[in-house]
């Protein structure tokens, strides 16, 4: 049977059930592995592939009763927000497969005012099947009603700028005419949740500190936003470059830009995109957000 998903989804599909095959302990013989008794140590019984496959069920052939994971670098969260939803269940097809999240953290006092009141959080996951049973739940940018907003941010990090992990940072972004790309914003913010849940973004991984667990990502989290007449999605990161050529982080950010621009959503490197209720892919600090225009500094990938 043909393949329906997008390629990077089918990608993802195929290395998922090859990586599945291959995760296998040398104690176990699951069906389809013959063990002729004849093997050498450490040599490898003869594998029934088909036999195998019969009995992996991963997100993308069963995405209720899926039974293989395949854990992601970090842990994520959807977020949701929309002033035609206050006060009400996000607008989605049943997730009778996914548990409700526990409530977050109490954000910065800053953070938990106004909108935060508002913010829906849905879901927390850690593995690209439970990522595809999510996307398949929920509703398309496209079909979104306007000034609605979903957030996908790394878990423990609140969607708002007052987070200690985003206060220091700032945003690509790009806004799209909404008739001109009602038909591709889809699949634009698809590549970018893939994007960042895969670590493609930032190359560069740093740590905190020597006694980090793990190296960490520039890459907070992603958005996407509708409203009356465009489309919007921005790529926050925990730091953001001054305002000097000489700034060691600025390449490191520009790169993120061009990936955005090029291998995400599939522009050319040279293309311009500025144009009515259209921008170009740019990359503004959070606190020259906070200026409206005042000064502030913009990079263009």
Do not use: C
Request: hydrophobic share 35%; charged share 25%.
């Amino acid at each position: 049977m043909a393949s329906s998903l997008p390629p990077p989804a089918a990608q993802a599909s195929r290395a998922a059930l090859s990586a599945a095959l291959a995760d296998k302990p040398d104690s176990e013989t699951p069906p389809g592995e013959q063990r002729s008794g004849s093997e050498e140590p450490g040599e490898l019984p003869e594998v029934d592939m088909q036999a195998q496959a019969e009995t992996i069920r991963t997100v993308f052939t069963d995405p209720t009763n899926f039974n293989v994971k395949h854990p992601l670098y970090s842990p994520w969260t959807l977020w949701f927000d929309s002033p035609a939803t206050k006060g009400r269940n996000l607008p989605q097809t049943p997730m009778s497969a996914f548990p409700p999240t526990p409530a977050p953290s109490t954000p910065g006092p800053m953070a938990a005012q106004g909108w935060m009141e508002d913010i829906k959080r849905v879901i927390s996951f850690d593995s690209v099947e439970e990522f595809w049973g999510l996307y398949n739940n929920i509703i398309p940018p496209s079909q979104l009603p306007q000034k609605a907003n979903y957030y996908l941010f790394k878990e423990g990090i609140i969607p708002a700028w007052e987070d200690d992990a985003n206060k220091m940072g700032g945003k690509w972004s790009i806004q799209l005419p909404k008739e001109k790309h009602r038909n591709v914003v889809d699949k634009m913010w698809l590549y970018t949740m893939l994007a960042a849940i895969g670590e493609t973004f930032d190359s560069t991984l740093v740590r905190d500190s020597p006694d980090s667990p793990a190296p960490q990502s520039l890459i907070t989290g992603v958005i996407v936003s509708t409203r009356p007449q465009f489309y919007r999605i921005s790529i926050w990161t925990r730091l953001a470059p001054g305002n000097t050529p000489e700034d060691e982080l600025r390449p490191r950010i520009e790169s993120i830009g061009k990936h955005f621009k090029t291998s995400v959503l599939g522009y050319a490197d040279t293309a311009k995109l500025g144009g009515p209720l259209a921008t170009e892919v740019e990359f503004l600090s959070h606190k020259d957000s906070e200026k409206k225009g005042k000064g502030a500094k913009k990079i263009i990938a």
